[in-house]
């Protein structure tokens, strides 16, 4: 059990970002009034408005305990789908993708 547990009996117990190109990917796993733990995954992506001014849009999934194994199946077999059939991963693979970084990817 996380040292802070008793600082956050509802609410944030771990979190984890992680940056992949242009968007982030944020994992927090929360804790619901009754002590269930759940896992919230959100996307974020720096946007640019009409006027100019840049904004993250975030798209956000819930996931239950009772849904895990389903969910890291079908993930895990849709990204194996993905490396064995996608000529898109063999070209990456041949080509380093750092030298597809833009000033952008940076600013995030």
Known sequence: M??????HEQGD???????AGKRTYFFDVKSTK???????ITESKKRFGTDGKFFFEK???FLY???????SEGLHDAVS??????PVIEA???EPASSNISFEDLGQ
């Open 81 to 86: 789908f993905i490396k064995t059939n996608s």
């Open 34 to 40: 009754a002590g269930d733990y759940y896992l919230t």
């Open 65 to 71: 305990k009772e849904d895990f194994e389903k969910f």
């Open 92 to 94: 990456a693979v041949a």
């Open 2 to 7: 996380p040292e802070d547990f008793e600082k």
């Open 59 to 61: 798209h956000k999934i």
């Open 13 to 19: 117990l771990y979190a984890r970002s992680i940056r």
